[in-house]
């Protein structure tokens, strides 16, 4: 991800039309990522009540996909530059789809989250090389239009995803209820695949390139330790094996922390942790990021096991509206962050604060008789919270950091932004799920946990760089 291997033939030796069908190929692997990261937020109880799997199969299920994908996301980017993009996006598609045929046919939780690990791994070595590739078939002047794409593509994405899930759940028809919202990758995966290998142009990569393998697997560890550590003692009470869990964990970011400072090409620049703004960006963005992912998870839960809804009624009134919100507001955005820079991101706070809270006061006043005319106008204010923080992070951030720290600035944000989305699927859950029997009382503990994080991160901004910078917008 930090670096660019140059194509094999220049861009103008591909017509337009292929150029094009290129990019839906890349958008459409991007859809699968998206759609069978957020499923399961959705789709947790139904899938729990089936397998027999308890609390801490809730936890796992989103975080697991979370945790590899972010673990390897820039070793994906990296052995892309080495072996060729075409190589390891086909590799990855591959291995994405035959995961998801892995998750449909579980028999049991092991077995699922095991196979939703290595979904996430292959989604590692797949979404890294959309940009590299499509960088290499466009010319300069049409990259920006090809780009502009992503947002509309995964807008509609994200609104209607969790509405196709629910929808294949409640009306099941192919009689294999939760299964088949895995088993359409095989026709979603299967084409994609195909439209890849015959479109996609051919590249050889730099084996010269080089990667820190011991740098992953020790954040790895430390990543697994920490959520097995955290779901295991919110799930059987905090016995030895959890505390050794999280001992172990600190063990492993130590070491991850002083290979960094050591490697000569390190996962992450050693320098980029001198520069203030980047580090209070990444602090702020794994707190954010954290906080919203487990409040996703936590309003699924409550909708559906607090109020009853059934997974299409909490699609429409939690899932879609929050997404809408998102989609509104990042395309709102995209024209301000010149004009107002890290302001932006304190409005985006304060938003998804607002609507929090405002679902907070519904629910301590309501409880389970809480209704979906203050439901869904509190999940579009905090969507929109969302989505007007979730690109903005990102670029101010960048702001200050050197053009040649730029790519591992960009891959290190992307990769922490999957870590703390497996973080607060398996953090904020812990707090739901400690008083299981008491919804109404779970939710608010949550929601205002949440809130406590985003005042925090509000008092984060003002170390921000001012502004976004030009080459990193």
Not at 230 to 259: E, K, N, Q, T, Y
Not at 307 to 313: A, D, E, K, R, T
Request: proline fraction near 5%; glycine fraction near 12%; include cysteine.
């Amino acid at each position: 991800m930090t670096s660019t291997i140059a194509p094999p033939s220049p861009a103008g030796a591909l017509s337009p039309a292929r150029r094009w069908a290129v990019l839906a190929v890349i958008l459409a692997a991007e859809v699968l990522d998206l759609i069978d990261a957020t499923i399961t937020n959705l789709a947790a109880p139904t899938i729990t009540a089936d397998l027999n799997g308890g609390p801490s199969l809730v936890q796992w299920l989103g975080a697991s996909y979370a945790l590899a994908l972010g673990v390897l996301l820039v070793v994906g980017g990296r052995l892309g530059d080495k072996y060729g993009r075409r190589r390891v996006f086909l590799t990855g598609l591959a291995g994405f789809t035959a995961a998801s045929v892995a998750c449909g046919l579980a028999t049991g939780p092991a077995m699922l989250i095991a196979a939703r690990l290595v979904q996430g791994a292959f989604g590692a070595l797949l979404i890294p090389q959309g940009f590299g590739i499509l960088g290499a078939v466009f010319p300069r002047d049409q990259i920006g239009k090809a780009f502009s794409a992503f947002g509309p593509v995964l807008g509609l994405s994200a609104v209607g995803s969790p509405i196709l899930a629910a929808t294949l759940i409640d009306t099941d028809p192919l009689g294999l209820g939760w299964r088949s919202m895995f088993l359409i990758n095989i026709v979603l995966g299967g084409a994609a695949l195909i439209a890849a290998h015959r479109l996609l142009p051919r590249d050889t990569g730099d084996r010269g390139t080089v990667i820190d393998t011991t740098g992953a697997v020790l954040l790895a560890g430390a990543m697994a330790s920490l959520l097995y550590g955290l779901i295991d003692g919110s799930a059987h009470g905090w016995r030895p094996a959890a505390w050794a869990a999280l001992g172990a964990a600190v063990m492993f970011f130590a070491a991850f922390a002083r290979r960094q400072a050591s490697a000569g090409n390190p996962l992450i620049r050693p320098s980029l942790f001198r520069n203030r703004g980047f580090v209070s960006g990444l602090l702020l963005g794994i707190a954010f990021f954290a906080a919203v992912a487990g409040l996703l998870y936590v309003i699924s839960l409550f909708l559906q096991g607090g109020l009853g809804y059934s997974p299409l009624h909490t699609a429409l009134t939690g899932s879609a509206p929050m997404a809408a919100g998102i989609v509104i507001a990042s395309i709102a955005c995209y024209q301000l962050i010149g004009k107002l820079g890290r302001t932006l991101i304190l409005i985006g706070l304060l938003t998804t604060l607002a609507g929090t809270l405002g679902l907070w006061a519904a629910v301590h006043t309501w409880g389970t008789a809480t209704g979906p005319a203050v439901i869904v106008p509190a999940a579009v204010v905090i969507g929109l919270g969302m989505g007007t923080c979730f690109g903005t992070v990102y670029d101010i951030t960048l702001g200050d950091v050197t053009p040649d720290e730029a790519g591992s600035g960009s891959g290190s944000l992307t990769a922490v932004q999957q870590l703390a989305n497996a973080l607060g699927a398996a953090a904020v859950t812990t707090v739901y799920l400690h008083t299981p029997a008491r919804p109404a009382h779970a939710m608010t503990t949550s929601l205002l946990i949440v809130a406590g994080v985003t005042l925090i991160c509000c008092c984060l901004v003002r170390l921000l760089p001012r502004t976004a910078q030009p080459q990193h917008h």
